[in-house]
């Protein structure tokens, strides 16, 4: 840890640099951490590797040595200058000052994959905790060509993203990370793992992504569509709250439809499983 701190202190000092709160910046110097993000992506010399806010380079110099190429998604100037003089001198190095949220990766990855060194498609990432969500969405919903998602993120928001539908830590995510993704937690990490210190204690995740959905619907936005509607109001059954939300006609047609499926009427939004919600969305919307 002290030496990563050192070259960290030693950057932070060198270019000037704060880190910035407003971008969700919180600089990793746990060297131990580091390896185990790295070694628990698998990461081979035949996989491109997209890393989402590099900040310093920290993470960036050990997947540098271990993949073929490593593409470098990174939003604030005066981290895309440090990470251009760390290392122009790698050929296997690429950096792109955009916003990830707006970053076509579709078109990036095909790119990539014409160049038939590139067998897999990686991503690896410190995620900047604000926006954790929406990337990790992004990431899900595009249907990318990834074969896995190893992120840092908030344990709070990291434990809702790998539980299992019905389990207690289940939210509205859970059911779409669970759609797209085998997810399982790899290590908790301390606050005192970063610089400066973050006010939460953070969790290293890893998403597999699915061959074959583990349910099979014919349209999952209106699946999706009506998990949302389920947790907008959480403290509600599950009948009232799509009732509420114009899912169900009425109570009576809910309650049809929950009897149909041998569903509790009092049941609750978080105890379904993806596969109940697949099976409601297929009476309440049936395909005409």
Known sequence: MEDVLKETKFIMNKYHIRANKSLGQNFLINEEVIKTIVD???ITKEDLVIEIGP?????????LEKASKVICIELDKKMVNILKDRFSLYQNFELLNEDILKADLKNIIEQEKNNEIIK???????????????????????ELDLDSITVMIQKEVADRLIAIPGDKETGAITYSVYYYSKAEGIIEVPKNSFLPEPEVTSKVIKLKIRKEPPVKIERKEILFRIIKCAFMQRRKTLLNALVNTKVFINKEQGEQILKKLNLPIKIRPENLSLQDYANITKLAFPLK
């Not at 900040?55 to 997947?63: D, F, S």
Request: glycine share 6%; aromatic share 8%.
């Open 55 to 63: 900040g310093l380079g920290t993470l960036t110099k050990y997947l």
């Open 40 to 42: 628990s992506s698998e």
């Open 120 to 142: 897999k498609v990686k991503v690896v990432a410190n995620l900047p905790y604000y926006i954790t969500t929406p990337i990790i969405m992004k990431l899900l919903e595009e």
